[in-house]
């Protein structure tokens, strides 16, 4: 089945302790992007990368980084986390970086920071 | 820049009545534009979208859109609604025009539609 999986679907952790969330994806596509979800604030674009080794930061990228090693994977990583970063994140990926292009949608984690 | 506007952040429908969501867009040339939706606990979940051609676009679940240039609209619509389809939607845009952001959507803010009996 072509999906995008995201773990853990679930998260509490405390201030400045790393975590990383993953996601992957099997339909070889190559765009992948995070993007967080706030109340009122719609889906707000962290990172994106448009292939293995190509990655840029999006409208959020503040306290979250990225990497691309391998075409399935794109991993999200905050090295210190704050309170505000609690929030619901979504990996979504696409055939080509070419807006014309849908995205599939990971079911989503949800973040809490105490 | 780009950017998208939901102005209704609920909208309510008894079933088997017809529903509109609407979204507005903001583009300096054609836009590209999607309609996603999401249940409950799940991520969002691709219904349509209008590249290029027939202003009228059919989706899944027996949405469609209808995209209006002169209004800058894109609203979602379908015939006769079900409880089932209850659940968030969110219109997006893309200005292909903007360079860098690769595939950046803009998102609106998402309209609740609850379909009641």
């Known amino acids: 089945e072509a999906q995008v999986t995201q773990n853990p679907r679930y998260l509490i952790t405390v201030t400045g302790k790393k975590l990383t969330v993953t996601c992957s994806q099997n339909m070889n596509h190559e765009y992948m992007s995070w993007y967080r979800q706030d109340p009122g604030l719609g889906l707000r674009q962290i990172y994106y990368?448009?292939?293995?080794?190509?990655?840029d930061k999006g409208d959020v990228p503040e306290g979250y980084k990225v990497s691309r090693k391998e075409k399935r994977n794109f991993p999200l990583i905050l090295e210190s986390p704050s309170p505000n970063q609690t929030s619901l994140y979504f990996c979504a990926s696409s055939l080509r970086d070419t807006g014309a292009y849908e995205q599939y949608f990971g079911p989503g984690t949800r973040l809490t920071v105490t | 820049a780009q950017s998208v506007a939901q102005p209704e952040d609920q909208v309510n429908v008894a079933e088997g009545n017809p529903l509109t969501v609407k979204c507005t867009y903001s583009v300096s040339g054609n836009p590209y534009l999607f309609w996603y939706v999401q249940y409950p606990n799940r991520g969002l979940q691709f219904l349509l979208k209008y590249i290029t051609g027939d202003n009228l676009v059919k989706g899944s679940y027996g949405f469609e859109a209808e995209f209006n240039k002169s209004q800058t609209s894109f609203h979602l619509k379908k015939p006769s609604a079900l409880v089932s389809d209850s659940a968030l939607y969110f219109c997006a845009v893309r200005d292909p025009i903007l360079t860098g952001g690769g595939n950046k959507l803009t998102f609106g803010t998402g309209t609740q539609l609850k379909v009641e009996l």
């Open positions: 990368s448009m292939n293995v080794e190509v990655t």
